[in-house]
């Protein structure tokens, strides 16, 4: 299993950033391909961003130009930086490998118009 920790959500209003942080308690290089996913209220949880081992990214549409996905395998940590938010952003956003197989806590990410 896969053991990982969000962190750095929190209230922001339009326009502005947020950067958050996912730790795992294995090596991320040895699980390959991480990603960010993100689930609104009474909505799907869906894929916002992944990244492979050699650090290849990949964003949904509604997120490009806007986020960017980065990895640290040095500190098994993965990164999400979100510019130029927006209220439709707001979800609780998770970590996970790529295809998931478990999923950390989540962190609330809360942006007002």
């Known amino acids: 299993q896969v053991q990982l920790v969000e962190s750095g959500g929190g209230l922001v209003q339009a326009g502005k950033s947020l950067s958050l942080s996912c730790a795992s308690f294995r090596s991320i290089f040895v699980i390959g391909a991480m990603a960010w996913y993100r689930q609104a209220p009474r909505k799907e949880r869906d894929l916002v961003a992944l990244?492979?081992?050699?650090?290849?990214?990949n964003y949904t549409d509604s997120v490009k130009g806007r986020f960017t996905i980065s990895r640290d395998n040095t500190k098994n940590t993965v990164y999400l930086q979100m510019n130029s938010l927006k209220p439709e952003d707001t979800a609780v956003y998770y970590c996970?490998?790529?295809?998931?197989?478990?999923w950390g806590q989540g962190t609330q990410v809360t942006v007002s118009s």
């Open positions: 990244i492979t081992r050699n650090s290849i990214t």
């Open positions: 996970a490998d790529y295809p998931p197989h478990s």
